[in-house]
């Protein structure tokens, strides 16, 4: 199958190629101008569409340029070029809408759900993503505990689930791959939720230094993302498709944090 992959270079993108061509498919890139997305089309069975702003610390009006209307003119290309599907990863910001990225990326599902087009549209929602090349809060927390740095997030009791980027390109392959995806929304993470504590344990473990924790009252801490839950359901995803993570949450740590150490 030949695959068009947005946002190639990115850091999911960079895991994404390799996975797909060793399955056996042609990958090709394109960033978010259209111009070069539309020549790179022609004779793309699929496009992976992950040429999206990726943090909400940016302008509305600059969101829904990019993220909305960025991704209603790809998917409208990839029609008109006889693209049989597009999946879109969105986020589980998405459900939460707690904040202007999380609408935008909303806003984009309904701009491709309403699109009249015989192409066939799969979303899929993630969480947290971590894995090499992971920026932005799962690095920090990564070099707080490598440094050894004591941190106050003994007491929090919450469950968040998390995906590694090896198992979110196998689940993104099998979005393209299976009959059964075409038309569906589907949540995707590594297994059960963890707590922020166990997730620094399992960090540091990871990285041969041991997570210092101290208790701190929950909610005195500044930080919603690391004391409040959010849970996913893959079910359908595993029920439907019959997938399963390839990776087990060790092996996805483990990788991180070799390369965070190869840096």
């Given at each position: 199958?030949?695959i068009?992959?947005?946002g190639?270079?990115?850091?999911i993108?960079s895991?994404l190629?390799?996975?797909?061509?060793?399955?056996?498919?042609e990958?090709?890139g394109?960033g978010?101008?259209?111009?070069?997305?539309t020549?790179a089309?022609?004779?793309?069975?699929?496009?992976?569409?992950?040429?999206?702003?990726a943090?909400?610390?940016?302008?509305?009006?600059?969101?829904r340029?990019?993220?909305?209307?960025?991704?209603?003119?790809?998917?409208?290309?990839a029609?008109?070029?006889?693209?049989?599907?597009?999946?879109?990863?969105?986020?589980?910001?998405?459900?939460?809408?707690?904040?202007?990225?999380?609408?935008?990326?909303?806003?984009?599902?309904?701009?491709?759900?309403?699109?009249?087009?015989?192409?066939?549209?799969?979303?899929?929602?993630?969480?947290?993503?971590?894995?090499?090349?992971?920026?932005?809060?799962?690095?920090?927390?990564?070099?707080?505990?490598a440094?050894?740095?004591?941190?106050?997030?003994?007491s929090?009791?919450?469950?968040?689930?998390l995906?590694?980027?090896?198992?979110?390109?196998?689940?993104?392959?099998?979005?393209?791959e299976?009959?059964?995806?075409?038309?569906?929304t589907?949540?995707?993470?590594d297994?059960?939720?963890?707590?922020?504590?166990?997730?620094?344990?399992?960090?540091g473990?990871?990285?041969?230094?041991?997570?210092?924790?101290?208790?701190f009252?929950?909610?005195?801490?500044?930080?919603?993302?690391?004391?409040?839950?959010?849970?996913?359901?893959?079910?359908?995803?595993?029920?439907?498709?019959?997938?399963k993570?390839?990776?087990?949450?060790?092996?996805g740590?483990?990788a991180?944090?070799?390369?965070?150490?190869?840096?």
């Open positions: 199958m030949r068009l992959v947005t190639l270079s990115g850091f993108g895991s190629g390799p996975f797909l061509e060793a399955r056996g498919h990958v090709r394109a978010r101008d259209v111009t070069a997305l020549e089309l022609p004779g793309c069975d699929a496009v992976v569409h992950l040429a999206n702003i943090h909400a610390r940016v302008a509305v009006e600059l969101l340029r990019v993220n909305v209307e960025g991704t209603l003119r790809a998917a409208e290309s029609a008109r070029a006889g693209v049989r599907r597009f999946v879109y990863l969105s986020s589980l910001k998405a459900r939460e809408r707690d904040d202007e990225y999380g609408h935008a990326k909303l806003a984009a599902e309904r701009a491709l759900q309403e699109l009249k087009s015989p192409m066939e549209i799969v979303i899929l929602r993630p969480p947290l993503v971590y894995g090499p090349r992971v920026r932005a809060n799962f690095l920090a927390l990564m070099r707080a505990i440094r050894g740095w004591p941190l106050p997030l003994a929090i009791e919450n469950r968040r689930s995906v590694y980027v090896g198992n979110l390109c196998d689940a993104v392959a099998s979005c393209v299976s009959a059964a995806a075409a038309g569906k589907f949540y995707v993470a297994g059960e939720a963890l707590s922020t504590p166990a997730l620094c344990r399992a960090i473990d990871a990285l041969g230094r041991p997570a210092r924790l101290f208790r009252p929950p909610r005195l801490l500044p930080l919603d993302k690391l004391r409040d839950s959010l849970v996913v359901d893959d079910a359908p995803l595993r029920g439907e498709l019959g997938w993570p390839p990776f087990s949450l060790a092996e740590l483990s991180t944090a070799a390369w965070y150490r190869n840096r």
